[in-house]
């Protein structure tokens, strides 16, 4: 049996009457449920976009951390590199000025010849170090340097008219001019011999004996520091200028002497690394070849492995020279 929907619809025009068939109804039920079936599905997809747009927020957000995280990093690295940079650079400039310090040192040694130009800086400072060390020992066994500080020389080595005697005669040292009370310092390593009066004519004197058969001698001293027997070091106090023995004015008289031959002192006064070869060339009545080859054995024996198993006597050329 079919029936009839009537629906009254009333306003202030009169009332309106609209039947709705069953089929009509039948239809509007369809599209009542397939609308909500729409707007179901509507809101579950926009829940699920909600979902989704809420874990690609978060995940923006853990990519905007992850973000910030790389650039303190990369900040962090670009400064550690600005720094490994400026090291870098300024061991390589302590590199060239060690390179220009060695270049020197060799020059300064004579050891700058063209094989070991080309060696590693690390052979060639070795090498450079031992040799160095060779030369500053043999200048520390030998007298050198003056006595006090140099101001001239009143009378030379050699022959000469004695001031008091006033004969000529031998003078076998050099009078240094020196004001009173002037301090007179050892010129290398050794042992005092004697520290008394000379009946000589140099008053009061000190007599050191050195290493490799050297000795010196300081006469006309003032006062005395030292007793026979004590042992010294280059530059250590000896005593006092003074005017004592046969003297017409205050001053020291210094000698070397080498095997109890005596020495012009002079060439001894500069010698340094500056000067080396020099006094091997006026000084020839000493046996340099040997001693040198003697002393830089020691020189050996105080240098640690491996160091001492790459030294070299240094090489001295010797020239015919009178003294």
Not at 170 to 178: E, N, T
Not at 283 to 292: H, R
Not at 303 to 308: E, T
Request: overall charge neutral; aromatic content about 8%.
């Amino acid at each position: 049996m079919r029936t009839d929907w009537t629906i009254t619809i009333t306003d202030c025009r009169g009332a309106r009457h609209y039947t709705l068939s069953a089929k009509l109804r039948r239809w509007f039920a369809y599209g009542s449920t397939a609308a909500v079936a729409i707007c179901t599905a509507g809101f579950l997809n926009l829940l699920d976009q909600g979902q989704r747009i809420g874990g690609l927020n978060s995940e923006i957000s853990d990519l905007n951390q992850q973000r910030l995280a790389l650039i303190q990093q990369n900040n962090y690295l670009q400064a550690e590199q600005q720094d490994l940079l400026a090291t870098i650079q300024h061991r390589n400039q302590r590199l060239v000025s060690l390179d220009n310090g060695v270049q020197r040192l060799e020059s300064l040694l004579g050891a700058n010849d063209e094989t070991q130009q080309t060696a590693a800086l690390e052979q060639r400072l070795t090498a450079t170090t031992d040799l160095a060390f060779e030369k500053l020992l043999i200048l520390r066994s030998i007298p050198r340097g003056a006595p006090i500080p140099y101001k001239g020389v009143t009378s030379n080595y050699g022959n000469r008219l004695h001031p008091v005697r006033q004969v000529r005669e031998f003078h076998p040292g050099l009078d240094l001019r020196a004001d009173m009370y002037t301090p007179v310092m050892a010129t290398s390593d050794g042992i005092v011999k004697r520290a008394g009066f000379d009946t000589n004519g140099i008053g009061k004197v000190v007599e050191i004996r050195h290493n490799y058969g050297f000795s010196t001698i300081y006469g006309h001293l003032d006062s005395i520091s030292v007793e026979e027997g004590d042992v010294v070091r280059q530059g250590d106090e000896l005593g006092l200028s003074g005017k004592t023995g046969m003297i017409t004015g205050p001053h020291l008289h210094y000698e070397v002497r080498y095997m109890g031959k005596r020495l012009n002192p002079k060439p001894f006064l500069n010698w340094d690394l500056d000067q080396y070869e020099t006094l091997f060339t006026q000084q020839q009545a000493i046996p340099w070849e040997s001693l040198e080859k003697v002393i830089a054995r020691n020189a050996q024996q105080q240098i640690p492995p491996p160091a001492a198993q790459r030294l070299s006597p240094p090489k001295v050329t010797l020239t015919a020279a009178s003294p």
